[in-house]
């Protein structure tokens, strides 16, 4: 990133963005999970997309794979 760590709260809160905070049942969600990613870390992602029903953005075709709206082609 071209900006100092520092700033990065600034920017969140200027562009809108939130920080989805990790919850019991986004942990719970990515065990139950079929196991085609297996970055463990990229399957918690899914898990919040499905539990929070909220889009992806990411290239990663193995994200793709499950049943979330991913956007980036």
């Avoid at 809160?13 to 085609?36: A, G, V, W, Y």
């Avoid at 898990?47 to 990411?58: G, P, V």
Wanted: charged share 25%; with cysteine.
């Amino acid at each position: 990133m071209k900006v100092p760590f520092d700033d990065i709260s600034r920017l969140l809160i200027n562009n809108n963005i939130e920080i989805l905070q990790i919850n019991f049942e986004h942990l719970q969600r990515s065990l139950s999970l079929e196991l085609i990613h297996r970055d463990p870390f990229d399957r918690l992602i899914v898990s919040q997309a499905i539990e929070q029903n909220i889009t992806i953005i990411s290239k990663d075709i193995n994200i793709k794979s499950y049943p979330v709206q991913c956007l980036w082609d």
